[in-house]
């Protein structure tokens, strides 16, 4: 069965500092990959989405970027967090030719102070 | 991508049967309606999708007209652990971007 682990769980950083959470996905080959972000009591808003190693795609402009250097590893980065950077941030995946059904991972909660 | 249309929020006490409707009057011919759950700090959990007609599963019933301009999510004699935010999403897989939309839900809470 295919599983996606998101790491750390919580974190909390100072404004300025740099970022980086991972994403990575068990039993499953090329996988789509997605990044999401949720501000408190809001709706998920879709920051990137990779469909190969290497292709990014980004749907906002903003201090966030993403990579991806293996099949099954998404990481979301950045230079200099701001306090707006704070949120939920959620990786998904989804797979096969004619689906969008995504599966989520549990999240990683940022706290910009 | 197609906008859609959902209540902010929804009150219910356990056992009753929930419907909760959605409207996507832009839905394009390729485009699925796929409905999302999502507790508090956890991430949305896939619960049903349909293209027309109805569809059922183990947890819910989804109902689509035949225009598909709307649909329907169906819980049935919902649990205080059914309270959580639904998401609508419309989406097309056909072009290859797999994007979805998703909105800020109906938040659905299940009174004792």
């Known amino acids: 069965s295919q599983t996606i682990h998101q790491w750390p769980a919580t974190l909390v950083q100072p404004v300025g500092s740099p970022l980086s959470l991972e994403c990575t996905v068990e039993g499953t080959s090329n996988p789509n990959l997605y990044w999401y972000r949720q501000a408190a009591g809001r709706g998920l808003q879709l920051l990137f989405y990779?469909?190969?190693?290497?292709?990014i795609s980004s749907e906002v402009p903003q201090n966030l970027s993403a990579s991806r250097p293996q099949d099954r590893q998404f990481i979301l980065s950045s230079k200099k967090l701001l306090l707006s950077d704070s949120g939920f941030y959620l990786c998904a995946w989804s797979g096969g030719l004619h689906t969008d059904t995504q599966y989520f991972g549990p999240g990683t909660r940022l706290t910009v102070l | 991508l197609a906008k859609t249309t959902q209540p902010i929020s929804m009150d219910s006490y356990e056992g009753q049967e929930v419907n909760i409707t959605c409207s996507h009057n832009?839905?394009?011919?390729?485009?699925?309606i796929t409905w999302y759950q999502q507790f508090p700090s956890q991430g949305p959990r896939f619960i049903i999708q349909?293209?027309?007609t109805k569809v059922t599963n183990e947890v819910a019933s989804l109902f689509i007209p035949a225009d598909r301009k709307s649909s329907t999510l169906s819980l049935p004699r919902v649990s205080l652990s059914d309270t959580a935010v639904y998401y609508c999403l419309v989406g097309d897989s056909g072009a290859g971007s797999y994007q979805l939309t998703f909105g800020k839900g109906t938040k659905l809470s299940v009174i004792p």
């Open positions: 832009n839905i394009a011919t390729n485009d699925y």
């Open positions: 990779s469909v190969g190693i290497g292709q």
């Open positions: 349909g293209y027309k």
